[in-house]
């Protein structure tokens, strides 16, 4: 059974830093797309960053301007999201989802298959 367990949120003053972890299980680590998304209140969820399972291979949207970096450890079954420079308006819940098995790397190729719980993020000003 695939699961996947977000941590790593919490309360932070705006300009601060978090790092949000995904604890991935119960598939073949192959042919494989983790994502990090959010949701805030009263608003459409949207997608961060996307990381390959086959090539390490990184993709972003465009309004993360470079504040949210995504990384893997493969040794652990774990995908992060490094977050800098949080402002109030980046509060939300988090989630990390899967595609499994991908269809294609990129953002037109990922549909979410699977998703963890979320873990909040609020960040004050």
């Known amino acids: 059974e695939v699961h996947l367990v977000e941590s790593g949120g919490g309360l932070v003053q705006a300009g601060g830093s978090l790092r949000l972890s995904c604890a991935f299980s119960g598939f073949p680590f192959v042919n494989y797309v983790i994502g990090w998304f959010r949701q805030a209140p009263g608003k459409k969820r949207e997608g961060l960053a996307l990381?390959?399972?086959?090539?390490?291979?990184?993709y972003y949207r465009d309004f993360v301007n470079g504040r949210f970096t995504i990384s893997s450890d493969n040794a652990e079954n774990l995908v992060y999201l490094q977050m800098n420079g949080l402002k109030p308006e980046d509060t939300a819940v988090y989630s990390c989802?899967?595609?499994?098995?991908?269809?294609?790397?990129?953002?037109?190729?990922?549909?979410?298959?699977?998703w963890g719980q979320g873990t909040q993020v609020t960040v004050s000003s």
């Open positions: 990381i390959s399972g086959n090539d390490g291979g990184t």
């Open positions: 989802a899967l595609d499994y098995p991908s269809s294609g790397e990129g953002w037109a190729h990922f549909f979410g298959d699977y």
